[in-house]
């Protein structure tokens, strides 16, 4: 799985489409984590689609968007390959209801082709249209596979198996566990309770570039400590009368 492996390469901020203002369920994308990345790998032929294994990371958003509308999306897209190539990304998402693993499927969505340049983490930006629910309890897995769209993008098994997301921390908004989970079989893996084992990253190693927009309010870290202290002070007043 090539974890935390290190590298030195260039990282790109690719929009690939206009985003939202800056309303952030989760953000994770800031602190590269030295370099780091973990591959996918174990791309494998399916009836002439070459796809790598998924990897999920578990995710806890903003305490206060359960049941708000993710409708944009930043993720990290590692190419350790020493020329350009084009690759297709996949993402799911599924509830945390898994018993330490994805469990119900959210949402699925499949980008078009992107030449990613040699040796790069690239982050990608774009619109989903109405989007996907966070789950109430603001908690869910974020997975990526990705494949050569039937051979479409010339793509090699062996070039597949250089890509991957970088490794980020600590999140700016939300929290990620040192956990991610890596499916059993390559493919989409758009089920619920996909098939697969979780792994523990040790610290800061199991956090991968995501970030979630929504079109709602989400306060901003500083107003959440504000209002943490009033209610304090609410509730020291009462206790005294």
Same mark, same amino acid.
């Given at each position: 799985?090539?974890?935390?492996?290190?590298?030195?390469?260039?990282?790109?901020?690719?929009?690939?489409?206009?985003?939202?203002?800056?309303?952030?369920?989760?953000?994770?994308?800031?602190?590269?984590?030295?370099?780091?990345?973990?591959?996918?790998?174990?791309?494998?032929?399916?009836?002439?689609?070459?796809?790598?294994?998924?990897?999920?990371?578990?995710?806890?958003?903003?305490?206060?968007?359960?049941?708000?509308?993710?409708?944009?999306?930043?993720?990290?897209?590692?190419?350790? $390959?020493? =020329? %350009?190539?084009?690759?297709?990304?996949?993402? &799911? #998402?599924?509830?945390?209801?898994?018993?330490?693993? /994805? *469990? !119900?499927?959210?949402?699925?969505?499949?980008?078009?082709?992107?030449?990613?340049?040699?040796?790069?983490?690239?982050?990608?930006?774009?619109?989903?249209?109405?989007?996907?629910?966070?789950?109430?309890?603001?908690?869910?897995?974020?997975?990526?596979?990705?494949?050569?769209?039937?051979?479409?993008?010339?793509?090699?098994?062996?070039?597949?198996?250089?890509?991957?997301?970088?490794?980020?921390?600590?999140?700016?908004?939300?929290?990620?566990?040192?956990?991610?989970?890596?499916?059993?079989?390559?493919?989409?893996?758009?089920?619920?309770?996909?098939?697969?084992?979780?792994? $523990?990253? =040790? %610290?800061?190693?199991?956090?991968?570039?995501? &970030? #979630?927009?929504?079109?709602?309010?989400?306060?901003? /870290? *500083? !107003?959440?400590?504000?209002?943490?202290?009033?209610?304090?002070?609410?509730?020291?007043?009462?206790?005294?009368?």
């Amino acid at each position: 799985m090539n974890f935390g492996r290190t590298l030195t390469i260039a990282a790109l901020a690719v929009l690939a489409s206009a985003s939202y203002a800056q309303n952030y369920a989760y953000a994770n994308v800031t602190t590269w984590n030295g370099n780091q990345y973990l591959a996918n790998g174990s791309a494998t032929d399916q009836s002439g689609n070459i796809i790598t294994k998924l990897v999920a990371d578990d995710i806890e958003l903003h305490p206060l968007t359960g049941g708000f509308q993710i409708t944009a999306l930043t993720f990290s897209v590692v190419n350790a $390959n020493a =020329a %350009a190539v084009s690759v297709r990304a996949r993402v &799911r #998402f599924w509830e945390d209801n898994g018993a330490g693993a /994805p *469990g !119900t499927a959210i949402a699925g969505y499949t980008f078009n082709a992107f030449s990613f340049a040699a040796n790069t983490n690239t982050l990608l930006s774009g619109n989903l249209g109405t989007g996907f629910t966070i789950p109430a309890n603001h908690k869910m897995w974020a997975g990526i596979t990705f494949d050569n769209n039937v051979g479409a993008t010339g793509a090699t098994q062996a070039q597949l198996n250089n890509f991957g997301m970088g490794l980020y921390n600590p999140p700016t908004v939300g929290v990620s566990g040192d956990n991610y989970w890596v499916s059993t079989n390559p493919g989409s893996n758009f089920s619920s309770n996909p098939l697969g084992a979780g792994v $523990n990253g =040790a %610290a800061g190693l199991g956090s991968f570039g995501w &970030r #979630f927009e929504t079109t709602q309010a989400v306060p901003e /870290p *500083g !107003t959440m400590a504000v209002l943490g202290l009033g209610l304090a002070a609410i509730a020291r007043r009462r206790k005294q009368g």
